[in-house]
Structures are given as structure tokens and as C-alpha cells.
């Protein structure tokens, strides 16, 4: 089955430091991918996408994402991180060609807090 | 550009009572998601609709769930004789026929069953 994970339920960086969260995948072949970022009372908002080619993406904010084929990942990381990116932050991935839906598939979350 | 909007942001109801949500998409977007996201979890996918048919619904979506989307523009997302298990952020998501996989999300509608 099609599934996303996200180990990490809670990650805590101080103000500047760099962040790192991790997102695997399992699909028989590779998924478009997506990080989409929660703030309380917002809705989802897309960080960045993977479909092809590079497999360093630049998105908003400041994020990259690197693609790994040969571990099923698509981690996120910021250099230098804010107080306002504390969030919640969703990897996503969409299967390819399945039924012309295009829904998501959405990992469980990382709620990442900042310390000033 | 005004965003996906939801109305209501916050619905509290009893035990047994009927709700209904609204989606108003970007108004060039035919294409319109709805997902489920309870507490710790990321969201579910629902339901999805290409201008006014409904072409995929999700096992999650029991008989007590109905969507409709009558002019290919707003949706509404019905659920009859809802249960404590439907306390749930309901989240719809709207993108162009020629970017699928584009999708923005509207700021949920909050559902609380007591």
C-alpha cells in the first residue's frame, strides 16, 4: 500500500539553527512529492514539489527539499530557521496515473516549535 | 485571487444532528478535493469532483457522507446523524484541469460533536 511517513512527531530547533525533517515513502515507483506547511487557523500552504529532474528543490521561505531515490525520501530543510516557521509541516506524495484523481496522500505530520 | 474559502470555520453540534459544509474554490478551478484531518493526523482524502461530477469517493466516506457540487462551482459537504467520530477539520482543495497536482487548501471547517 501507498504510504508516507514522517518519524519525527515533534522536532524543537533554536532561532537560526538549521532544521532538517524527514519524509519517506513507499510506492512502486516514484510519486510526485510535496511539503505543505499548517499554521494554526491557516490552511495548507505548498512549500515546494518534486516531479522531475534537479532533485534539489528551492520553494518558499527559504526551504529546499532534497529527493533520494535510493532511500524513498524527500527531506526538508532550511538553513536558518525563523520563530515565525514554527508549524506543523506535511509531506505529501501523489501516485502517478491510478485513476486521474490526483489526491494526496499526506504523512501524519511534524510539528516543529522554535526557540528564540 | 481570493483563496479557497470555507464556511463555516467552526461547527459545533450534538449527537445525531445534520451538518453541512461549504467551499467556495478560486473561481477558475475545476477541479475540487475534499479531506479529513483529525487530531495528529495529516489529512485523508475524501472526495474529489471535476466541474460538477463526483468521480472518486473514498471508503471513508460512509452513506451518512454526501457531497455535491451542482454548477461546477461551490461544494457542499453533507453529513446526517453525525457521531463523535466526525469531530474532524474538513479541508477542501481546489486546482486547474492542466495543474492536478497543484492543489490549495481552503482554512478548514472545525467539526466538534458532543
Known amino acids: 500500500a501507498q504510504s508516507v511517513t514522517q518519524p519525527d512527531i515533534h522536532i524543537t530547533v533554536s532561532e537560526g539553527a538549521s532544521l532538517e525533517l524527514r519524509c519517506n515513502y513507499s510506492?512502486?515507483?516514484?510519486?510526485?512529492l510535496f511539503w505543505y506547511v499548517q499554521s494554526p487557523g491557516q490552511g495548507l500552504q505548498l512549500l515546494l514539489k518534486?516531479?522531475?529532474?534537479?532533485?534539489l528543490v528551492q520553494g518558499i521561505k527559504g526551504f529546499e527539499a532534497e529527493f533520494k531515490r535510493s532511500q524513498s525520501s524527500f527531506n526538508l530543510r532550511k538553513p536558518s530557521v525563523h520563530w515565525s516557521d514554527a508549524a506543523e509541516y506535511f509531506c505529501?506524495?501523489?501516485?502517478?496515473?491510478?485513476?486521474?484523481?490526483?489526491?494526496?496522500?499526506f504523512g501524519t505530520g511534524t510539528r516543529l516549535k522554535v526557540l528564540a | 485571487d481570493t483563496g479557497v474559502s470555507q464556511d463555516p470555520r467552526h461547527k459545533i453540534t450534538k449527537r445525531g444532528q445534520n451538518v453541512t459544509f461549504r467551499c467556495d474554490p478560486i473561481?477558475?478551478?475545476?477541479?475540487l478535493y475534499w479531506y479529513r484531518q483529525t487530531l495528529g493526523q495529516g489529512p485523508e482524502f475524501l472526495t474529489y469532483?471535476?466541474?460538477?461530477?463526483?468521480?472518486?469517493k473514498s471508503r471513508l466516506l460512509s452513506d451518512r457522507f454526501s457531497a455535491e457540487r451542482p454548477k461546477g462551482s461551490f461544494s457542499t459537504l453533507e453529513i446526517q446523524r453525525t457521531e463523535q467520530g466526525d469531530s474532524a477539520m474538513y479541508l477542501c482543495?481546489?486546482?486547474?484541469?492542466?495543474?492536478?497536482?497543484?492543489?490549495?487548501f481552503g482554512p478548514g471547517t472545525r467539526l466538534t460533536v458532543t
Open positions: 482543495a481546489s486546482s486547474l484541469f492542466g495543474a492536478p497536482y497543484e492543489q490549495y
Open positions: 510506492y512502486g515507483a516514484t510519486p510526485y
Open positions: 518534486y516531479f522531475s529532474g534537479d532533485t
Open positions: 505529501a506524495v501523489a501516485p502517478l496515473g491510478t485513476s486521474g484523481t490526483y489526491k494526496y496522500i
Open positions: 473561481s477558475e478551478h475545476n477541479r
Open positions: 469532483f471535476q466541474n460538477e461530477a463526483q468521480l472518486e
